[in-house]
């Protein structure tokens, strides 16, 4: 007469806090799915999508060329004014459109939320690729308006790979905030629009940050994407212009604590989301 042995699963909640982090590397297929799924959403069978990755970028340099280089003639820093706005487009609209859409991400997946487990993390990092793809389209164009006018990459335009992460970190480490923030809070997800609008106005997108009083600009760098906007101009259009080092690592404190401190504030409230969602 065979035996049938009983065998005991406890599930602990100290073992899933230090298995997390290898459960996103377990899970990375995961983050691969579901970054390809939103690709697909976003271009499949749709003209819009790519249109409106070229079309929304090229009309914002159109109106800021004309409001901040014909009608207020501030300074372009030595290259053509569509240029220096165009080159801040790139960052700027990847930084707001993967900020929105990881802002809002366990909201949509909310079916998936409630049902199975995975890293939930793995949720608003997806979404970023959907703005890298944006981000490539973009740079195409830039490459052809930097041809036209005449402006050739040099080497620094290896530092773009860098700069990319940088703005992914700092997206990526405020959507983790919004995120959760989102899921008990929902006028979160009015308030990320405006802080984006607000932001591109704020940040030097439609003028040159050297147009900043000297004794302003650390503070002002504040803002994490000031210098990976002036990194982008840097990178693509050999400006003249120094680069403002202390801005720099400023802006590079306030993304590793924007990213340090969404990774902790999501974790925190992860096991509440099915629940609340």
Do not use: C
């Amino acid at each position: 007469m065979s035996t049938i042995e009983k065998h005991t699963i406890v599930i602990s909640s100290s073992n899933t806090h230090s298995r997390y982090f290898h459960d996103l590397w377990s899970y990375r297929d995961l983050l691969f799915f579901l970054s390809w799924r939103d690709i697909l959403v976003r271009y499949k069978q749709t003209v819009i999508g790519i249109a409106w990755a070229v079309v929304r970028p090229l009309l914002t340099m159109l109106i800021f060329s004309f409001v901040f280089g014909r009608i207020a003639k501030l300074p372009s820093s030595g290259t053509a004014y569509p240029l220096m706005v165009f080159s801040a487009m790139l960052p700027w609209y990847f930084f707001a459109g993967a900020l929105t859409d990881s802002s809002n991400s366990l909201l949509v997946n909310s079916n998936m939320i409630s049902k199975v487990y995975f890293p939930r993390l793995l949720i608003p990092a997806s979404t970023i690729a959907v703005s890298l793809v944006d981000l490539g389209i973009s740079l195409v164009i830039m490459l052809g308006l930097m041809a036209w006018y005449g402006v050739w990459p040099t080497f620094r335009i290896l530092t773009l790979i860098p700069l990319i992460v940088i703005a992914i970190t700092a997206a990526l480490g405020l959507g983790l905030w919004f995120a959760a923030l989102n899921v008990r809070y929902r006028d979160f997800r009015y308030i990320v629009p405006f802080i984006t609008q607000i932001g591109l106005y704020v940040s030097p997108v439609g003028f040159s940050s050297t147009v900043i009083p000297e004794h302003w600009r650390l503070a002002y760098s504040i803002n994490p994407m000031v210098s990976v906007i002036d990194g982008f101009r840097w990178a693509l259009l050999g400006t003249n212009t120094d680069l403002y080092f202390p801005g720099i690592i400023l802006s590079l404190a306030v993304i590793f604590i924007l990213l340090a401190s969404g990774i902790w504030y999501f974790r925190r409230t992860e096991n509440t989301f099915a629940d609340e969602i």
